[in-house]
């Protein structure tokens, strides 16, 4: 029978019934089966062969397919390989109708694709029961074929967002980035080097100066809790809490009668940031921070640490101390108090303040760099100007972790006089 002349039998009932198969050369099982089927609501399709029930599959693939395994020319097991290897959107049921019963026939069926067996002569209740267990496996199929759609679905949304995120986070980095838009500059007798390099897109920590009139310079070191957005959102904020720019709107600075500005005390400055954070900024975050006043003409530094790392002084003679007594973060407690303490630079000495992604950044052996670690950097690369050396200390700490990704953002200032 060839596919033009292809048997198609309906009883009118809804599209959403199974399409079953009915493939065998005996004409009468032909109509047996398909009558019955017909009676409990089936689309059924019939084929008086393998060869033409291929012919139908391409056509129009049924749900469940019911096989004779002995037909002349193309058997059902050869018909059931070859069903297997069509493509189809879902999946197709397959039984396989014999008269064998030994294992090793049974173990040859189900290798070859088989989902179950009815046995010659075929028994009305058990067809009912075997079709009945083969469409709760189409469902599961279809409910999972339908799962896999949303997720695909999901996920292709998923990675829209992500794509967007990831081009916006981009953004944000140049954005965080022209924060620092001075990496390094002369202020006469002063050399002064920066350093940011955040562990993500973006990251909580923020080196910056601003001018106090001509002969002073403020410079701050700050790290947010937390990485990411919202911690580059709280140093965007507090950039422009010190800002070089707009002087009447850095809390560091006020207006003297002659109208010039002057500096605040570094460590009356931090109380002032402490109160905005705790009174005007809803967030869980808080940050360290270094601060430091410092006289381009003496050499006199007047500093403010708010639980930010030790700043390093390195003497002309390479000899290098660690100040500061460490204090607490900005934004944890109302009415803290912040020490102040001072220094003097002479010719050749060095001052650089930096974050604690240095001294913990992880190194070959499963320990931290660590203050003894960045003396010992200082020391060897004393010989290096401002930037060569902020540019020396990445790359070491890069050996040192075998990686450039570093676990934590890594900033730095870098004060030469």
């Known amino acids: 029978m060839d596919l033009a002349a292809r048997h198609t039998l309906s009883a009118g009932v809804s599209a959403r019934r199974p399409r079953i198969l009915v493939v065998d050369d005996s ?69 396989l109708l014999t008269s064998k019963s030994e294992k090793g026939a049974v173990a040859r069926g189900l290798d070859n694709g088989a989902d179950d067996f009815l046995t010659k002569p075929v028994y009305v209740d058990e067809l009912r029961a075997r079709i009945t267990a083969g469409e709760r496996i189409l469902e599961m199929q279809r409910q999972l074929s339908e799962q896999n759609r949303v997720i695909s679905r999901t996920l292709t949304e998923l990675q829209g967002l992500y794509d967007a995120l990831d081009n916006d986070l981009i953004e944000a980095k140049k954005l965080q980035q022209s924060l620092v838009r001075d990496r390094y500059r002369r202020f006469g007798n002063a050399d002064l080097s920066l350093l940011l390099r955040p562990s993500g897109h973006v990251g909580g920590d923020l080196v910056g100066f601003f001018p106090v009139g001509k002969t002073r310079l403020g410079i701050y070191a700050i790290d947010v809790s937390g990485h990411g957005i919202s911690s580059a959102l709280m140093t965007a904020r507090l950039a422009g809490y010190l800002s070089a720019t707009t002087p009447d709107q850095n809390v560091a600075l006020y207006e003297t009668e002659e109208g010039a500005y002057a500096m605040h005390p570094p460590d009356q400055v ?9 009174e005007e900024m809803e967030t869980e975050h808080y940050f360290t921070m270094l601060l430091a006043d410092v006289d381009l003409a003496s050499g006199r530094v007047r500093l403010a640490q708010a639980g930010h790392p030790h700043p390093l002084v390195q003497r002309a003679d390479n000899r290098i101390e660690l100040i500061g007594a ?27 303040l930096y974050s604690d992604g240095i001294t913990e ?6 320990g931290f760099f660590e203050e003894e670690g960045l003396i010992r950097l200082a020391g060897d690369l004393h010989h290096l100007p401002g930037r060569e050396f902020l540019e020396a200390m990445v790359w070491t700490l890069a050996e040192s972790t075998g990686s450039e990704d570093f676990p934590d953002d890594i900033s730095a200032a870098l004060l030469e006089f």
């Open 27 to 95: 004409k009468m099982q032909r109509k047996i089966l398909s009558a019955s089927l017909l009676r409990q609501g089936y689309i059924v399709d019939v084929a008086a062969g393998g060869q033409e029930a291929l012919a139908l599959c391409e056509a129009n693939p049924p749900d469940l397919v019911l096989s004779d395994w002995m037909m002349p020319g193309m058997d059902g097991l050869e018909f059931c390989k070859r069903f297997r290897a069509m493509e189809r959107d879902g999946y197709g049921y397959f039984i």
């Open 270 to 278: 931090i109380g002032r940031l402490n109160r905005l954070v705790l």
């Open 326 to 352: 460490g204090g607490l973060p900005v934004g944890l407690i109302e009415d803290a108090a912040f020490d102040r303490f001072e220094i003097d630079l002479n010719k050749g000495d060095r001052l650089l």
């Open 361 to 366: 950044c992880p190194d070959a052996g499963g």
